[in-house]
């Protein structure tokens, strides 16, 4: 289904996960949507113009945008869902009666694009209110690259748990999620090592790898023992959990 939308949210409930992993930015009049990018383009999302900054943009003006009509051509078994407008916070947060599945939620915020995203201060009070008036502080992590913003949740609210995200960086995991103030590091795949996630272990922490989307990649994670896999076919990856009994 189209990333990001309410229809790839039903599915992946439907699927049996055990989280939504989504991303956030925050539009103009301060509604908090849910998208990949900070930006509105093809091949993803089509609107009135070629691209658009959802930070300069009203919520209405989102609405005017179509993330669901052209299937992604990385995604050969996509379905494309015309109409499928970039979902709020609020949308998706109201599915949670339909199973006790987590929200992961990444705010996507850039220290070099100040302009894409209010302040990270700002960013995390917007998300911890909408986390509270869905009373969802249980079931909520909150990731991010930008340590900023996990920092200014740690402070606004301590309870929420908090996922340090990381790409390249070659350091311990330990180290990157004490620099976060993070209880789990979720690292792009390639970085895991058994290793590197008994380490985290004895430290106290989670490890979350992203995006693994072949078996062989699952085995090798699962080998190394971590927490959880985020993947882009949740349908595939249960079927092979359960193939391999381990669901």
Not at 63 to 89: M, S, Y
Not at 143 to 167: G, H, N, W, Y
């Amino acid at each position: 289904m189209p990333e990001n939308t309410i229809p790839a949210f039903e599915y992946a409930i439907q699927a049996g996960v055990d989280a939504l992993e989504m991303d956030m930015a925050v539009t103009k009049d301060s509604v908090i949507v849910i998208s990949h990018d900070p930006i509105l383009r093809g091949p993803i999302c089509t609107g009135p113009t070629a691209s658009a900054v959802i930070h300069e943009l009203t919520l209405p003006q989102v609405r005017e945008w179509d993330c669901g009509a052209i299937r992604n051509p990385g995604f050969a078994k996509q379905t494309a869902v015309p109409g499928t407008h970039p979902p709020t916070l609020d949308e998706v947060f109201r599915l949670a009666d339909r199973g006790n599945f987590d929200f992961n939620i990444e705010t996507k915020s850039f220290p070099d694009k100040p302009e894409y995203t209010p302040s990270p201060e700002e960013f995390a009070r917007l998300v911890l209110q909408k986390i509270r008036q869905y009373k969802l502080e249980k079931r909520v992590i909150l990731q991010s690259f930008d340590f900023r913003t996990l920092v200014a949740m740690k402070e606004l609210a301590p309870e929420i748990r908090l996922s340090a995200l990381t790409e390249t960086d070659p350091r311990d995991f330990v180290v990157i999620a004490r620099e976060a103030q993070a209880a789990i590091i979720s690292p792009q795949f390639n970085l895991v090592t058994q290793g590197k996630v008994t380490a985290a272990h004895r430290a106290g922490l989670q490890v979350v790898p992203w995006t693994a989307n072949t078996p062989a990649d699952w085995d090798r994670l699962i080998q190394a023992k971590v927490d959880a896999i985020i993947t882009d076919d949740p349908s595939e990856l249960m079927a092979y959990l359960k193939k391999t009994g381990l669901r």
